[in-house]
Each structure stands twice: as structure tokens, then as C-alpha cells.
T-cell receptor, first 116, second 113 residues
Framework: GAGVSQSPSNKVTEKGKDVELRCDPI?????LYWYRQSLGQGLEFLIY????????KSGLPSDRFSAERTGGSVSTLTIQRTQQEDSAVYLC??????????????FGQGTRLTVV | GDSVTQMEGPVTLSEEAFLTINCTYT??????LFWYVQYPGEGLQLLLK?????DKGSNKGFEATYRKETTSFHLEKGSVQVSDSAVYFC????????????FGRGTSLIVHP
């Protein structure tokens, strides 16, 4: 596609339910990132995928959060047993990579998650 | 570790005023520096970038110069418009450090007619 695509754009869920957020990166981009943006806060890094390497999960806030990337393309972020503090906009981005050098990140429109 | 510090907002200006949004960084290696902009209701998009010292990135009348000696990348525009109202994020990508793009907290700009 022309850009990074995320779905759904909005998700309202009940506390305790599981949710899955999807990201379709730009074709050919080997690096994929998930960030979280809370109201009035900056971008909080969650997880990073680079090609076939093991993902960098150092930003995941708890073991309720997990993500996978299938076939080096589409990624799914899963939040289990959602809590109200999980309410935020979840952003996905992708970029080209040359070794450890990542070029500028291209962002999707985000998924606004509201836990009620 | 790598970090980015940018001035607190909101910054409120009248149309045609001069804009400066300060950004300083800490990095282990030699980072690339970026400014992203998020217009109301939209996703983040790259505004400009610089990859080495003394480089000047520019786009849509905005400029920022990579200053290694002061570890800064301040965003400037000579004459802002109402349509520039948005949140601006300074960011870095450091191949010698975390290599994951690190963002500042964002600065909200409000431009009045």
C-alpha cells in the first residue's frame, strides 16, 4: 500500500477483555515499531521488529502486552485483560534499515483504544 | 541512554510571528535528527530531517540545523500561519545507541489569526 495502515481506527472495549490491533507496514520496510501515545504525553516505545531478528520487547509495560509480526510484514499487538490505564492511541510505524541505521519512520493513523 | 528534550507547550502565537521550538538531545552515537508534525486528527508525519553536523533540514518554511557542539536541533519558522497549528515532535535515531527512534514529549503550537 501507499502508507502504513492500522486497524481498527477506534476500539472501545470492556475492562478485562482482550484486544488485537493490526498494522500493515509499507512494503519493503524491514523495521516496524509500535508506540503508545497517551493524552498530553509523548510517544512511548513498546516493541521493535527488524527483519527476521528477535524483536526488542524492552518497552512493553507488562506481560499483558505482546506482539508478533508474520512473514516480515503485518504485525498484531495484543493486549490481554485490558485495564483502564491501557486507554491511549497506539501508533505503528515502519522504516527502511541499513544495518543499525534506521531511516525516517512512517506512521499510521493510529488506533484509539478506550477501555471502559 | 538516548533522550530528547523539547520545550513545554503550548506555544501560542499570532499569525506571521516568528517561531522557535527548542530541542536538545543526548545520544551515545552519532544520531540522525528529525522533526515530526501531527496535525489535529491526523497521524505523525515527517517534517524535516538532518543526518550530520551542520546540516540544515527544511520543509514548508520550517528549518532546523544540526548543532553537534550544543546537541541541539531547534525548529524555526519566520512567519507562522494558522494552518501550522499542530503538535511538533523532535526525534532522533542513533545507530550507535538504541537505534530505535526516540521522541520528545511534543510541543503544541497554536496560531491565532
Amino acid at each position: 500500500g501507499a502508507g502504513v495502515s492500522q486497524s481498527p481506527s477506534n476500539k472501545v472495549t470492556e475492562k478485562g477483555k482482550d484486544v488485537e490491533l493490526r498494522c500493515d507496514p509499507i512494503s519493503g520496510h524491514t523495521a516496524l515499531y509500535w508506540y503508545r501515545q497517551s493524552l498530553g504525553q509523548g510517544l512511548e516505545f513498546l516493541i521493535y521488529f527488524q527483519g527476521n531478528s528477535a524483536p526488542d520487547k524492552s518497552g512493553l509495560p507488562s506481560d499483558r502486552f505482546s506482539a508478533e509480526r508474520t512473514g516480515g510484514s503485518v504485525s498484531t499487538l495484543t493486549i490481554q485483560r485490558t485495564q483502564q490505564e491501557d486507554s491511549a492511541v497506539y501508533l505503528c510505524a515502519s522504516s527502511l534499515s541499513y544495518g543499525r541505521l534506521n531511516t525516517e519512520a512512517f506512521f499510521g493513523q493510529g488506533t484509539r483504544l478506550t477501555v471502559v | 541512554g538516548d533522550s530528547v528534550t523539547q520545550m513545554e507547550g503550548p506555544v501560542t502565537l499570532s499569525e506571521e510571528a516568528f517561531l522557535t521550538i527548542n530541542c536538545t538531545y543526548t545520544a551515545t552515537g552519532y544520531p540522525s535528527l528529525f522533526w515530526y508534525v501531527q496535525y489535529p486528527g491526523e497521524g505523525l508525519q515527517l517534517l524535516l530531517k538532518a543526518t550530520k553536523a551542520d546540516d540544515k533540514g527544511s520543509n514548508k518554511g520550517f528549518e532546523a540545523t544540526y548543532r553537534k557542539e550544543t546537541t541541539s536541533f531547534h525548529l524555526e519558522k519566520g512567519s507562522v500561519q494558522v494552518s501550522d497549528s499542530a503538535v511538533y515532535f523532535c526525534a532522533l535515531s542513533d545507530p550507535g545507541g538504541s537505534y530505535i527512534p526516540t521522541f520528545g514529549r511534543g510541543t503544541s503550537l497554536i496560531v491565532h489569526p
